[in-house]
C-alpha cells in the first residue's frame, strides 16, 4: 500500500527555514502529483503547494506564494518543502499528500484528488 512519512517538523523561530520531507512507497512515485497541505488548530485543512509528476510544474497558496518552494526527487521517491521567512500564521500539522491520477496535466489544491496522506509533521513558529 502507499505510505507517505513526513519529516522535518518542530519548534522555529520566526523568520526560520525549515525544510520538511517526505518519503513515499508502494507505488511508482514518478507518476503522480505530489501535495502539501497544513491544518492549524480549530481550522480546516488548507492547500499549501503542490508538484506535477515530472517536477516541471508547481503551484502554491497565495499565503506562501514567494517564501515556501515544493520540489522532489524522483530517484529517491521523495518531495521536500522548504520553508522561508516562517510567519506566526504557518503553525500547524503539514501533511504530505499523493495524488491519484496517473500523469496528470492539473495540479489540485482540494483534498479531493488526493487520496493517500502522511501521519503529518508538527510545524510550530514561535516569536
Known amino acids: 500500500q502507499v505510505q507517505l512519512v513526513e519529516s522535518g517538523g518542530g519548534l522555529v523561530q520566526a523568520g526560520g527555514s525549515p525544510r520538511l520531507s517526505c518519503a513515499a512507497s508502494?507505488?511508482?512515485?514518478?507518476?503522480?502529483?505530489m501535495g502539501w497541505f497544513r491544518q492549524a488548530p480549530g481550522k480546516e485543512r488548507e492547500f499549501v503547494a503542490a508538484i506535477n509528476w515530472s517536477g516541471s510544474m508547481t503551484a502554491y497558496a497565495d499565503s506562501v506564494k514567494g517564501r515556501f518552494t515544493i520540489s522532489r526527487d524522483n530517484a529517491k521517491n521523495a518531495v521536500d518543502l522548504q520553508m522561508n521567512s516562517l510567519k506566526l500564521e504557518d503553525t500547524g500539522v503539514y501533511y504530505c499528500a499523493g495524488d491519484s491520477r496517473a500523469y496528470s496535466g492539473t495540479l489540485s489544491r482540494t483534498t479531493m484528488w488526493y487520496p493517500y496522506w502522511g501521519q503529518g509533521t508538527q510545524v510550530t513558529v514561535s516569536s
Open positions: 508502494g507505488r511508482t512515485f514518478s507518476m503522480y502529483a
